[in-house]
């Protein structure tokens, strides 16, 4: 009953809040407009859409918040007044009440309020789809953010994943592209990263290792947890004092440097993916501030820690070496990495994938953001993956969404940020790492420790294999010693033969000074 209601309660949802009505206009059918009357009756039609789209939203739970909060950052895709609204959704979400916040928190902390914090406002400073934030005082004196998740979002959560997979498995049964999005594999990434989110002390343990990871960097604040008081259902935290990085005019009157903040952004970004592997994966304005502080001015501030991706080395080598192929416009590297790394069928002609992909990405080149329509970029790049059988790799969905958000972000800094020229210095400077001499002196200490515990064994391994190895296996081990024994000969005698004639060349060089200076 629960799967057959939650759909029937999206339906409801969108025609009381007219959201059909968005959909029928954009056709322009003449039909549209008599249907749209008939079924007038008790909707609210008279608020401006971008309302009524932001409000359906927050009605059907935290997965439709987030998927509008990613809208929100695509300007180039929405008109500005739907655009302005979602952006509502990123901080703005209707709290849940005061009391009920400290009771989720007495009751995770097992401590009335008053014996955990000093002062405690009741009043939430940030509401989203999943938690809100309360501002408190420890006994102490360190200032801090309660964070609580809301209650019941479990069984909401549950029940539009379960509607998911069903729609997933529609997809994949009766789309002819279904089997290649991989869309039921989608939805499973996208379930464990919604799982992981309800967890605080996941989110708690997300925020260290990101804070170690850019301790040293100048650019990103990341706030300290205080370990004792993080649960489950409630994080404290360090608060943090910034300004929204969606107030720009404020960051103006302030003098941050608007064009260098959209640069520290792109480093950041590539330095979370590229480097670390350990990225910020849900970076939309709400969850980004700009500090103020005279120590740290213009730094960047990041919050909200419950979706972290995470690269593995071929991941990032993979990616590092497309972008790098991209930079260079080098659309054949692109085509043989796609080959070679299975998205395409092996017997994919490179000639072919890579004139569809030069076809594609050629007229964006030497553009600032504000010229690139990603939308079209991403409908050709669609049409090409169609024609070539790509498959979609779900463990990059979520590197796929924050490339998102970063460039949403990068259009409102600095419309004119040339994103290209910005990354390749960075990810050349990667690649050099990487298959460099520092890069080969970096691997070797990080496995020093394993050499160290194998190397004394070696022996003892190889005598093993000898005495008790099959035949064959000791035939072929004489083998490449008699064959090491002759090639060691062989050079033995190159190399003899090569200081016989320095020798010889030596002394005629020695002769002929002697015959000039008169001796002999």
């Not at 629960?2 to 029937?8: D, N, S, V």
């Not at 971008?50 to 359906?56: H, T, V």
């Not at 990341?222 to 969606?246: A, H, L, N, Q």
Request: charged letters at 25%; proline letters at 5%.
């Amino acid at each position: 009953m629960r799967a057959l209601f939650r759909p029937a309660f999206i339906a409801w949802i969108g025609l009381r809040y007219g959201l059909d009505g968005l959909l029928l206009d954009s056709f322009r059918h003449p039909g549209w407009s008599r249907v749209g009357r008939v079924l007038s009756w008790g909707r609210r039609l008279h608020e401006p859409r971008g309302q009524r789209l932001r409000e359906a939203l927050e009605r059907l739970g935290p997965i439709f918040v987030k998927f509008g909060q990613m809208l929100s950052t695509r300007r180039d895709l929405l008109p500005p007044d739907i655009a302005d609204e979602l952006a509502k959704l990123q901080d703005r979400v209707p709290p849940f009440p005061s009391d009920e916040s400290a009771r989720l928190i007495e009751e995770a902390l097992g401590k009335p309020i008053a014996e955990v914090f000093r002062t405690f406002e009741t009043d939430p400073v940030a509401s989203a789809s999943i938690a809100q934030v309360h501002f408190a005082t420890l006994h102490d004196g360190r200032e801090v953010a309660v964070k609580v998740l809301r209650p019941g979002m479990l069984a909401v959560i549950d029940d539009d994943l379960a509607l998911l997979r069903t729609i997933a498995g529609w997809v994949e049964r009766f789309w002819a592209d279904g089997k290649r999005l991989k869309p039921r594999e989608v939805v499973a990434e996208f379930d464990k990263y919604l799982h992981d989110e309800l967890d605080l002390v996941r989110e708690a343990a997300n925020a260290a290792q990101l804070r170690r990871n850019m301790d040293g960097l100048d650019l990103v604040l990341v706030p300290e947890m205080i370990w004792d008081y993080c649960t489950p259902t409630v994080m404290v935290m360090e608060r943090m004092k910034g300004v929204p990085i969606s107030q720009m005019a404020r960051l103006r009157e302030a003098g941050v440097d608007i064009k260098k903040l959209a640069r520290d952004g792109v480093t950041i970004f590539f330095t979370q993916v590229f480097r670390d592997g350990f990225f910020h994966a849900d970076m939309h304005p709400g969850n980004i501030q700009v500090s103020l502080d005279p120590e740290s001015f213009g730094r960047y501030i990041a919050l909200d820690f419950g979706i972290i991706g995470t690269l593995t080395e071929i991941d990032k080598d993979y990616l590092a070496q497309n972008f790098i192929a991209f930079f260079h416009r080098d659309y054949k590297r692109v085509a043989e990495l796609h080959i070679e790394s299975g998205w395409v069928p092996a017997s994919t002609r490179v000639d072919e994938l890579e004139g569809a992909v030069r076809t594609v990405c050629e007229p964006y080149f030497d553009r600032p953001i504000k010229e690139i329509s990603l939308g079209q970029v991403l409908m050709r790049l669609f049409q090409i993956s169609r024609r070539f059988n790509v498959e979609i790799q779900p463990q990059l969905v979520l590197l796929q969404k924050t490339l998102l958000n970063v460039e949403g972000l990068g259009r409102e800094l600095d419309p004119e940020l040339d994103l290209w020229s910005t990354a390749k210095p960075f990810l050349e400077k990667w690649m050099h790492e990487q298959v460099g001499l520092r890069g080969l002196w970096a691997r070797l200490k990080r496995e020093a420790p394993r050499y160290a515990k194998m190397l004394p064994e070696l022996p003892r391994l190889i005598h093993h294999n000898l005495e008790h190895g099959d035949a064959n296996l000791r035939r072929d081990l004489a083998a490449m010693l008699a064959e090491q024994r002759q090639t060691n000969r062989l050079l033995s005698t190159v190399v003899w033969v090569g200081v016989g004639f320095l020798l010889g060349l030596l002394t005629a060089q020695l002769f002929v000074r002697l015959h000039m200076l008169g001796v002999i």
